[in-house]
Every structure is written in structure tokens, then in C-alpha cells.
């Protein structure tokens, strides 16, 4: 897939609320916005890469993009399930994914028990194992991208408002 890596970065709105309940992999949503930006060649799939929260740790992710054979959704998502525990939900956050690499195509289960013995334990596995088998020393930098770098809040447009300090706020941007 050329477009792979694939940056992209939006509010975590609520889907179905299923992850948590009914796979026990808590999965965050991306708006339409984001999902309808998709290039033509990303295909629906399970992905590895790199996330964060509001610009906080990166840590690494698997995504789920398509419609959920299993639940047969009408709509295009796209699901992050973040591989650390977090102690609350966040909704409302901003989520900034890089997307490095193609795990699987989406499948259609006969029962939620066979979805959940493939997602679960399979997938999250994979994306880690992914990172060693398949994975450059350049898929692993883009941990340290830019893109997942904090944003310095902007300064003041008028010189004569910026403060007494500005080399030292100059130094951190
Ligand atoms: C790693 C991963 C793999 C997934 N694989 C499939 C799949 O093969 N087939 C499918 O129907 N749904 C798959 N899903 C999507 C789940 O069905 C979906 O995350 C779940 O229904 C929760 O959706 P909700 O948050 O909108 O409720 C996968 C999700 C993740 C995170």
C-alpha cells in the first residue's frame, strides 16, 4: 500500500459502545471526517502502528477499518484500540494515529465467542509480534515523529504583548 505510512488525527467520538462490552478491547472512533479522507488504496483491514492522546505518550495500536462484517454495519468506521490500560474513557480527546503496516482483512464470524477468540488474544499479539518481524528500524522512528510532538501554544501576534521571557519561551518550540 503507498500510502502507507498513513498519518491522520481527529476527536474520539462514541461507536457502539461493543469494544469494551462485548470483546473486551476498548476501541476509539474516529469521526466521518476522518474516515472519509481515507486514500482510495488504504483497503479495509486490521493495521499496526503508533498513537497518542491529546498529544500525550505514544504507544503502539491496532486498528480495525471497515464495516464490521460481524455486526454488519452500514457505515465505514475506523476503530483504535490503543495497547495500554487507561484509567477512564476519552471521549472528546484528540487521537493521532500512524498507521505502518497491514495486519489481516476484516473477517465475518459465526458467533461473537469465534470473533472473540480471533481479536482479541490473535490481533493484539500480532501488532506487537509485527513490530519485530516485520517491522524496519524506520517504522519504529515514527514513535518519534513529529507529528506526535505537543504543540507550543502560539505567542501573542503583538510584539508589545509578548512577555519579558520570550527566548526562554523561543527555546521550547
Ligand atoms: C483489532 C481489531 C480487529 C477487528 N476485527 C474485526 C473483524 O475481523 N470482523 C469484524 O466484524 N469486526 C472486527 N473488529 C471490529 C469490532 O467488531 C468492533 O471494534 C466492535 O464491534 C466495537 O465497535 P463499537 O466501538 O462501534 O461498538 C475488529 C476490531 C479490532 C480493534
Known amino acids: 500500500m503507498k500510502s502507507l505510512p498513513y498519518f491522520c488525527r481527529g476527536e474520539v467520538i462514541r461507536g457502539f ?8 478491547i476498548p476501541t476509539a472512533n474516529f469521526p466521518d471526517s476522518v474516515v472519509d479522507n481515507l486514500p482510495a488504496d488504504i483497503s479495509t483491514g486490521i493495521y499496526y502502528g503508533w498513537a497518542s492522546l491529546s498529544n500525550g505518550d505514544v504507544y503502539k495500536m491496532v486498528m480495525s477499518i471497515g464495516w464490521n ?12 484500540h490503543v495497547i495500554h490500560t487507561f484509567k477512564e474513557d476519552f471521549y472528546g480527546e484528540i487521537l493521532s494515529v500512524v498507521m505502518v503496516g497491514y495486519i489481516r482483512p476484516e ?3 459465526d458467533s461473537l465467542g469465534k470473533m ?17 518481524t516485520q517491522s524496519t528500524p ?3 522512528l515514527f ?28 527555546d521550547i518550540t
Open 17 to 24: 459502545g461493543r469494544g469494551s462490552k462485548e470483546l473486551g
Open 69 to 80: 462484517p460481524y455486526y454488519k454495519n452500514t457505515k465505514k468506521s475506523m476503530e483504535t
Open 107 to 109: 473477517r465475518s464470524y
Open 116 to 132: 472473540l477468540i480471533s481479536v482479541r488474544p490473535y490481533d493484539v499479539i500480532e501488532a506487537k509480534v509485527s513490530w519485530t
Open 138 to 140: 524506520q517504522k519504529k
Open 143 to 170: 514513535k518519534e515523529d513529529n507529528f506526535f510532538t505537543p504543540v507550543a501554544p502560539s505567542l501573542p501576534s503583538a510584539p508589545s504583548a509578548r512577555p519579558t521571557t520570550l527566548n526562554s519561551i523561543t
